[in-house]
């Protein structure tokens, strides 16, 4: 199956994803009912290395014109270390980045800012419920849903 993006490049889907979902870590400091990452407060030891991480946005540059959008998850891809190094080399490759980072402390004005400047593109957050006391209780630490409301704004 292959559909024309905005420059005309034909993707093949069989060939191209359109996304690459990279769990950068299982670190983080929420506790979500939901967790596919089973995430843990520190980094786990088969985390892939700062230079493993690298070879493997190597690999991406293999799937071919148009490259796929890489989504830094996790975990908290915040807790990541070498993020932003991380980031900046995809870029280097040609390669757009977004990422879900996690509403704990750690996500600040700052954060957002240094995220723009390292040219990432997109910026997900999720919203579990209408109230703090539905929300906070899927992220299973109080205080998320108002993070998540100032991050919004």
Same mark, same amino acid.
């Given at each position: 199956?292959?559909?024309?993006?905005?420059?005309?490049?034909?993707?093949?889907?069989? !060939? &191209?994803?359109?996304?690459?979902?990279?769990?950068?870590?299982?670190?983080?400091? *929420?506790?979500?009912?939901?967790?596919?990452?089973?995430? =843990?407060p520190d980094r786990h030891p088969m985390e892939l290395t700062f230079?493993?991480?690298?070879?493997?946005?190597?690999?991406? !540059?293999?799937?071919?014109?148009?490259?796929?959008? *890489?989504?830094?998850?996790?975990?908290?891809?915040?807790?990541?270390s070498g993020l932003f190094e991380l980031i900046d080399t995809a870029?280097? *490759?040609?390669?757009? =980045?977004?990422?879900?980072?996690? &509403?704990?402390?750690?996500?600040?004005?700052e954060i957002l800012v240094q995220l723009k400047a390292h040219e990432?593109?997109?910026?997900?957050?999720? *919203?579990?419920?209408?109230?703090?006391?539905?929300?906070?209780?899927?992220?299973? =630490?109080?205080?998320?849903?108002?993070?998540?409301?100032?991050?919004?704004?």
């Amino acid at each position: 199956m292959s559909r024309l993006l905005n420059h005309g490049k034909p993707r093949d889907y069989a !060939q &191209t994803p359109l996304n690459i979902y990279w769990e950068t870590t299982q670190a983080c400091a *929420l506790a979500c009912r939901h967790c596919r990452a089973e995430a =843990v407060p520190d980094r786990h030891p088969m985390e892939l290395t700062f230079e493993e991480g690298v070879s493997f946005l190597h690999q991406i !540059q293999d799937f071919g014109d148009p490259l796929p959008q *890489l989504i830094l998850t996790g975990g908290d891809p915040l807790a990541r270390s070498g993020l932003f190094e991380l980031i900046d080399t995809a870029r280097k *490759l040609g390669i757009g =980045v977004s990422i879900t980072p996690a &509403t704990t402390p750690a996500l600040t004005r700052e954060i957002l800012v240094q995220l723009k400047a390292h040219e990432v593109e997109g910026l997900g957050l999720s *919203l579990d419920g209408s109230t703090a006391e539905r929300h906070d209780a899927i992220r299973g =630490v109080p205080g998320t849903f108002d993070r998540t409301l100032q991050a919004i704004q």
